[in-house]
């Protein structure tokens, strides 16, 4: 059995569910599915929808929204939190080391050629100085839940994470449908989420910049998966959202077109991938950058958010290392462990791998988006077999964890309230100072018995709630 | 504000004033045939008006009432039909919806959730005058929301000019379908003729303005000068370059576009009838359309095309 995050192993509710508790069994019994419907009719009309890639007829879905939140008391919260922050501080010390001194390659703790044969290690960052030496502005740390006190990171996400605006528009979705439940509970607000990534973003000007730092979101546009997020974040914040095309390169410095001529560019907060950044510098066939931006980037002239290459940090195959990179540039013990990992390239544990399939999840390392992994308890034998067909043949893709029983909250199911596995995901800014705000986007695998919350796999959002003390 | 938001504004919201303007056109026609007008005389107009004759005569051959029914309102090949139109005034918001107010988003993809369902069969059973009110209704709450809504700011100029060049461009349309011969003295007409110039009037919602203004019977002539030169009639000429002179005047007074429509609204505010109408209606409303086309050109070159 998993651990359930409302009820409590010895029968009753934990402290954080009573007052939620006690609601639900004063309600009529038709409310969670009416107000459901509800939302997503709201959701529908409010246009929050998430495109799926290679789905032509429903391009436009809804990500499945769950109205019965997510309860974290605020010691469960101060954990996490402090366990993320610490996590994002040794991440960005790593990134500035790696493209830098390499004094953890020198140690030995990291083999040489993981990080520099790593396809996500960008040369093109060796040397170069990004202001306050950050690197990753806005991270997505993926934690789960197996027992009261256990959490451990799954994965972490440093490219350009979404999800935030699910965060905030779940919270303006179950304040709007459940007034009463916010008066009965003290749950920590969210919604300064924008403010503190404008400022995160206005503290790290480039070099090349007086006065206030003109800030904008660079999307793919809007047949990006994303978009919507994109979207609400520039309006969220008051920036511009441009596209490549918007943005051109000219005299060492980057401009937008505007209706009254050209205007200064300093940091972009960008959710495009490195690949499509600049086609002189990487995918020459990517119409979505902005041609000449690395030249500029390197001669300090504009900041990216998060900068090129942070994806050498957040492959699975360096997760591994994140608790020695803890004590190796913090000298602290970490606060949230990471999930044991085998490496499939060590004959030992490849050995023991093949031999537990059935038991394991594997991962392909630089697979994301809950495509190409296996969860053995719940795949097909042809499946496993699939997979140990790939991995004989390149171990060095795949890691494999065992199978965690993800904590489950309970959740409005076609037949009633039914416990689901979820994850959370807190978003960790870095600028001045390294912040998040109380909460996150909590996952949950709809499907019975699922541990894939992904939502490109038909997984659904919680509002999760952090509440302000401790239940007594 | 970027020049790709600013031709996204505009064109949201010419794409949603030309889905109104289709309903008013498939209006006159709906009154004009359930009068007794002639089949192609009724329903022919709707495509000249929308310049989609060419279009419709390659797929369709012969003017039937179903068959322009089904090419204005439904057929996606036909980039003017009312659900185009408000496909791309939805795709052209999306683009936007960081910068117009969630309100005004919402509507127009509300509109667009709504449109898309729309069959055929599901037109029939509805009624053609129940889906144009609709349409049109949809149409004024979009315009309410941007009025009620936006900040007077660039964002809000650029959606109003989308309006009023759209809408000008319309209103000389409808005014050209039986323009030939028409000059200030056509103060009389036949009942044929009587019953499309009030149609024409009722399409725009301007018929009890007629009745109130002009004493003397309903007249080519009055109703030339009503939906031309009237600054007091929303969708006259006059008064759709009233607005863009000022929005133009707001975004930059010394652009050539703004010269380019302040021309234009001088004519329209100091000319006569009689010396508008010098060449015939027909010629006035022609001349009329390729100035506005050459004014939505330099916009474009002035603002929404960037450096």
């Known amino acids: 059995m998993a651990f359930d995050e409302m009820k409590a192993p010895q029968g009753g509710v934990r402290s954080s569910y009573r007052a939620y508790e006690n609601w639900l069994l004063s309600i009529a019994p038709d409310t969670l599915p009416r107000k459901h419907a509800q939302a997503d009719e709201l959701f529908r009309r409010i246009g929050i929808t998430f495109n799926v890639y290679g789905d032509q007829e429903g391009t436009e879905r809804l990500i499945p929204f769950d109205p019965i939140p997510r309860v974290l008391s605020a010691s469960e919260w101060s954990r996490v939190e402090s366990g993320c922050i610490q996590r994002v501080r040794a991440l960005n010390a790593f990134l500035g080391d790696i493209y830098h001194g390499q004094e953890i390659l020198r140690a030995g703790i990291i083999p040489r050629e993981r990080i520099l044969a790593n396809g996500f290690y960008r040369p093109e960052m060796q040397d170069l100085d990004v202001a306050r030496d950050v690197y990753v502005h806005v991270a997505g740390i993926d934690v789960v839940r197996v027992g009261a006190d256990e959490f451990y990171v799954l994965e972490d996400n440093l490219r350009t994470p979404s999800g935030v605006s699910y965060m905030l528009e779940n919270r303006a979705m179950m304040m709007r449908l459940f007034p009463d439940l916010f008066a009965l509970h003290r749950v920590r607000p969210v919604d300064h989420y924008p403010d503190l990534l404008l400022k995160a973003l206005r503290t790290v000007p480039p070099a090349e910049?007086?006065?206030?730092?003109?800030?904008?979101?660079?999307?793919?546009?809007?047949?990006?998966?994303?978009?919507?997020?994109?979207?609400?974040?520039?309006?969220?914040?008051?920036?511009?959202?441009?596209?490549?095309?918007?943005?051109?390169?000219?005299?060492?410095?980057?401009?937008?077109?505007?209706?009254?001529?050209?205007?200064?560019?300093?940091?972009?907060?960008?959710?495009?991938?490195?690949?499509?950044?600049?086609?002189?510098?990487?995918?020459?066939?990517?119409?979505?950058?902005?041609?000449?931006?690395?030249?500029?980037?390197r001669a300090g002239g504009v900041t990216l958010a998060?900068?090129?290459?942070?994806?050498?940090?957040?492959?699975?195959?360096?997760?591994?290392?994140?608790?020695?990179?803890?004590?190796?540039?913090?000298?602290?013990?970490?606060?949230?462990?990471?999930?044991?990992?085998?490496?499939?390239?060590?004959?030992?544990?490849?050995?023991?791998?093949?031999?537990?399939?059935?038991?394991?999840?594997?991962?392909?390392?630089?697979?994301?988006?809950?495509?190409?992994?296996?969860?053995?308890?719940?795949?097909?034998?042809?499946?496993?077999?699939?997979?140990?067909?790939?991995?004989?043949?390149?171990?060095?893709?795949?890691?494999?964890?065992?199978?965690?029983?993800?904590?489950?909250?309970?959740?409005?199911?076609?037949?009633?309230?039914?416990?689901?596995?979820?994850?959370?995901?807190?978003?960790?800014?870095?600028?001045?100072?390294?912040?998040?705000?109380?909460?996150?986007?909590?996952?949950?695998?709809?499907?019975?018995?699922?541990?894939?919350?992904?939502?490109?796999?038909?997984?659904?959002t919680k509002d999760t709630w952090v509440l302000e003390d401790d239940a007594c | 504000m970027l020049s790709r938001t600013a031709d996204h504004l505009y064109w949201m919201s010419r794409y949603m004033e030309r889905a109104e303007n289709i309903a008013r056109f498939l209006d006159v026609a709906n009154r004009l045939s359930l009068s007794g007008g002639a089949r192609d005389a009724c329903w022919r107009?709707?495509?000249?008006?929308?310049?989609?004759?060419?279009?419709?005569?390659?797929?369709?051959?012969?003017?039937?009432?179903?068959?322009?029914i089904a090419y204005a309102v439904l057929d996606g090949a036909n980039g003017s039909s009312m659900l185009s139109c408000l496909r791309a005034a939805r795709e052209n918001a999306h683009a936007v919806r960081s910068v117009i107010p969630s309100e005004l988003w919402e509507s127009i993809n509300a509109t667009w959730l709504d449109a898309k369902t729309i069959t055929g069969a599901r037109l029939r059973e509805q009624g053609l005058v129940a889906f144009c009110d609709w349409v049109k209704d949809r149409s004024h709450l979009f315009r309410g929301a941007t009025y009620g809504t936006m900040m007077r700011d660039e964002a809000f100029h650029f959606t109003r000019m989308g309006t009023f060049i759209e809408r000008a461009d319309n209103t000389a349309r409808l005014l050209g379908v039986r323009a030939q011969g028409v000059t200030a003295d056509t103060r009389d007409a036949d009942p044929a003729e009587q019953l499309h110039w009030a149609a024409v009037l009722r399409s725009v919602s301007a018929y009890k303005a007629y009745r109130t203004l002009y004493r003397d019977g309903l007249s080519p002539a009055g109703v030339a000068d009503l939906l031309i030169l009237r600054d007091d009639m929303p969708r006259s000429l006059h008064a759709c370059l009233d607005k863009i002179a000022v929005d133009l005047q707001a975004l930059c007074a010394s652009c050539e576009c703004t010269r380019m429509a302040g021309g234009l609204h001088a004519e329209l505010h100091f000319g006569r009838l009689a010396s508008i109408l010098g060449g015939g209606l027909d010629g006035a409303v022609n001349s009329f359309i390729d100035r506005n086309n050459q004014l939505a050109a330099q916009i474009h070159a002035d603002f929404l095309m960037g450096v």
Not at chain 1, 244 to 263: A, H, I
Not at chain 1, 431 to 459: D, Y
């Open chain 2, 45 to 68: 107009p709707v495509l000249t008006i929308g310049g989609g004759e060419p279009g419709y005569a390659s797929g369709q051959g012969e003017v039937t009432p179903v068959g322009v």
């Open chain 1, 209 to 297: 910049c007086d006065g206030e730092p003109t800030v904008v979101v660079l999307t793919p546009g809007y047949y990006n998966s994303a978009y919507f997020e994109h979207a609400f974040l520039a309006e969220q914040m008051g920036v511009e959202l441009v596209e490549g095309r918007d943005l051109f390169v000219d005299d060492g410095k980057v401009w937008m077109r505007t209706t009254r001529g050209p205007k200064r560019v300093d940091v972009i907060y960008r959710r495009l991938d490195d690949d499509f950044l600049d086609p002189l510098a990487f995918r020459p066939d990517s119409s979505l950058g902005v041609p000449g931006l690395l030249s500029v980037y």
């Open chain 1, 306 to 460: 998060n900068a090129i290459g942070t994806g050498v940090a957040d492959d699975k195959a360096t997760y591994i290392h994140v608790p020695d990179m803890i004590r190796f540039y913090l000298g602290e013990e970490p606060i949230l462990p990471n999930v044991p990992t085998w490496k499939l390239e060590n004959p030992d544990d490849r050995a023991h791998v093949l031999e537990h399939l059935g038991e394991l999840v594997v991962k392909e390392v630089h697979g994301s988006g809950g495509y190409g992994m296996l969860v053995g308890p719940t795949a097909t034998k042809a499946q496993i077999e699939e997979f140990r067909a790939k991995i004989v043949a390149a171990p060095a893709s795949y890691i494999a964890q065992p199978t965690l029983a993800l904590s489950t909250c309970p959740t409005l199911v076609d037949q009633g309230i039914a416990p689901r596995h979820v994850d959370l995901r807190p978003f960790v800014l870095s600028g001045e100072q390294v912040a998040l705000v109380p909460g996150g986007l909590t996952r949950v695998a709809l499907k019975e018995g699922s541990l894939v919350v992904n939502s490109s796999q038909g997984g659904g």
